[in-house]
C-alpha cells in the first residue's frame, strides 16, 4: 500500500485533474447549446432546397450533369468530416472505423476501384497517415465555427473534377447529429446526387407546398442552379453536425471523467483517512509502551 505522502499527492493530482475535466465539460456544453442552433437552421436552409427541387421535378424529368451515373466506377473520392482535436470520448475512433468500412464497402462492390481522399480535420489526417492511406488534401487546422470551413470552395472544386471526370463517385462521411447522446458515424454517396433523395424531406412534418409555383426564367433554369446547391448544403449541414457531434462527445466525456475524478478522491480520502489513523494508533501503542517502561 502506497505511503501517506504519496496518497497526498495522488489527492492533489486528481482535483486538479477533476477541474480540468470539469471546465472542459463546461465549455463544450456551451459549444454545443450554439452550435445546435446552428444545425437546426442549417436543416431548415437544406430542407426548403429539397422543397423547391421537389415541385421542379414534379411536373418534368430534368437532367443535370451531377446526376448522371457512371458505369463502369473506376475512380472514388471520399470527403472526410472530422474533429481537430482529442478528449472527445469514441469521437474520432467511430470516424476513422466508418472510413474503414466505407473503403471495404467500396472495394466489394468496385473491384479494383481506385480511391482518394479529401479530409478537413487534423484526426482523420493523422488516421490516414498512421495507416499509410494516400489522400489528396488535407485541412487540419479549423475553425470552430463551420460557417469559416472552406467547404464552399471544395465543393465548387469537386463538382469541376466530377464534371471534367476525374473520378466518377463521391462519398461524404462525416457524424450525424441526433441529440448529445446520440451521434451517428455516417457514410453516403454525395456525387451523382440521388434524385429520389433529394425530393424527399426529412424534417418532420415538413411537406411539399401545393399550388402553382411560377419559376422564372425557366424551370430548367432554376433546376440546373438548384441542384449544385443542394450538394453544397448537404455539406454544409454535414460540417455542422459533425463539430456538434464532436462537442457532444467532449461534453459526456469530460463528464465521464469527472465523476471518475470524484469517485477516486471519495477513495483516496478513504485510505489517506485510514492510513492517518493507522499511524495515529500506532504512535499511542508507542508512547503507552514508553510510559509502561518507565514505571
Known sequence: MAGL???????????NTKKITYAMKLVSAAKLRKTQ???????????ALRGVLAQLQAGSEFSHPLLEARTPVKRVRIFVLGAGRGLCGGFNTNTNRRVEALYGELRAKYPGVEISSVILGKKPAEYYRRTSKSYIE???????????????????????????????ELHLVYTCFRSAMLTIPTAERLLPLNRELLATTTTVGASVATGITLFEPNPQRVF???????????????????????????????????????????????????????????QLLDIVGGAEALK
Not at 37 to 47: C, K, L, P, Q
Not at 157 to 162: D, G, K
Request: glycine residues 2%; positive net charge; hydrophobic residues 35%.
Open 5 to 15: 505522502k504519496e496518497i497526498r499527492r495522488r489527492l492533489k493530482s486528481v482535483n
Open 224 to 282: 440546373d442552379a438548384v441542384v449544385p446547391r443542394i450538394m453544397r448544403a448537404i455539406v454544409r449541414q454535414a460540417s455542422f453536425d459533425t463539430r456538434a457531434s464532436e462537442h457532444a462527445n467532449r461534453m459526456t466525456a469530460m463528464d465521464s471523467a469527472t465523476k471518475n475524478a470524484k469517485d477516486l478522491i471519495h477513495s483516496l480520502t478513504l485510505t489517506r483517512n485510514k492510513l492517518r489513523q493507522t499511524g495515529i494508533t500506532s
Open 37 to 47: 442552433d446552428a444545425v437546426v437552421r442549417s436543416r431548415a436552409y437544406t430542407e
Open 138 to 168: 488535407a485541412i487540419e487546422v479549423l475553425s470552430d465555427d463551420p460557417n469559416n470551413w472552406p467547404t464552399q470552395e471544395i465543393c465548387q472544386r469537386l463538382e469541376i473534377e466530377f464534371l471534367k471526370g476525374e473520378f466518377d
